[in-house]
Structure formats: structure tokens, C-alpha cells
């Protein structure tokens, strides 16, 4: 998801950010989250959406740069956005 994909997926955390969360982190608990604070009011599903779209960003650059973060990101649950879409191979060596 670079360059235009990035963009495209940007613009849909703006006018629908459930279908960006989709996106970004697939079906699970940030989607849950982000519909009931669409539906609760627009500005904080849009706002979830942007900060969970800047941490899947975020990581990515930093796995890239092999400078994995240390820490979990907060109020994220999706591991997908934790790691940056990056494939984790837990206990390979």
C-alpha cells in the first residue's frame, strides 16, 4: 500500500472510515470499534480511522529500516497495524 494505494485508502478514512479500518486492518476488533464511533458521530470514527492508518504506516517504515519498535502501539488490537503488515514469523529463528 504505497504511494497511490496509500492515498486512496487515506481519502476512504475520511468520507467512510469503517471501509478504511477494513482496509487497513482487516475485520476484527479496531473495525468493530471504528463502526459503533461512526455510528456514535463521524469525527471520532474518522479520527480512529487516521490514527490507526498513521501506525500501520508508522511501523511499516520502521520494520523497512529494521528498526522494529519496542513497545505496542496504545488502543491498537490488530496486530496486522502493530507490525506494519509485515509478516511475523513468531518463534522462527
Known amino acids: 500500500m504505497d504511494g497511490v494505494a496509500g492515498i486512496l485508502v487515506g481519502i476512504l478514512c475520511l468520507l467512510f472510515p469503517p471501509l478504511g479500518v477494513a482496509f487497513i486492518a ?43 519498535p519496542l513497545q505496542r502501539a496504545p488502543f491498537v488490537w490488530s496486530d496486522k497495524v502493530q507490525s506494519g503488515g509485515v509478516a511475523m514469523a513468531y518463534g522462527r529463528i
Open 26 to 68: 482487516g475485520c476484527g476488533a479496531d473495525l468493530l470499534i471504528n463502526i459503533l464511533l461512526t455510528i456514535w458521530l463521524w469525527f471520532p470514527g474518522v479520527i480512529h480511522s487516521f490514527y490507526l492508518f498513521f501506525v500501520y504506516f508508522d511501523r511499516r517504515d520502521k520494520y523497512k529500516t529494521g528498526r522494529p
